[in-house]
């Protein structure tokens, strides 16, 4: 059974910074698998932001463009996400997902992806 568990939210205020982390158990993330962090606001649609496969290839929203970066640590079992600079447009639940696809895209649907975690929330203060 393939779990997702994310960790890392909180409450910072604008200008701060946060690392969410995406721990995956009962599965090893090898080839041809894509995760995306996804987030959600209230009274939003969900929105991928950020993508990295397995070979480490990632891709960014602008909105999150060089504030947000995202690494895959040796093992390949946990994803993480170092947000700096954060605005309270960032503000959201945090979700991260993953597919088998070798097709990774930050810009895609959350229908697409098959395993999910419970979500983290990132509130950040003006």
């Known amino acids: 059974q393939v779990q997702l568990a994310e960790s890392g939210g909180g409450s910072v205020q604008a200008g701060g910074s946060l690392r969410l982390s995406c721990a995956a158990s009962?599965?090893?993330?090898?080839?041809?698998?894509?995760m995306v962090w996804f987030r959600q606001a209230p009274g939003k649609e969900r929105e991928g932001v950020v993508s990295?496969?397995?070979?480490?290839?990632?891709s960014y929203a602008q909105s999150v463009k060089d504030r947000f970066t995202i690494s895959l640590d040796d093992a390949k079992s946990t994803v993480h996400l170092q947000m700096d600079s954060l605005k309270p447009d960032d503000t959201a639940m945090y979700y991260c997902?993953?597919?088998?696809?070798?097709?990774?895209?930050?810009?895609?649907?959350?229908?697409?992806?098959?395993?999910w975690g419970q979500g983290t929330q990132v509130t950040v203060s003006s």
């Open positions: 997902a993953v597919k088998k696809s070798s097709n990774c895209y930050f810009r895609t649907s959350p229908t697409e992806y098959t395993y």
């Open positions: 009962g599965y090893i993330y090898n080839s041809n698998h894509c």
């Open positions: 990295i496969d397995t070979d480490g290839s990632s």
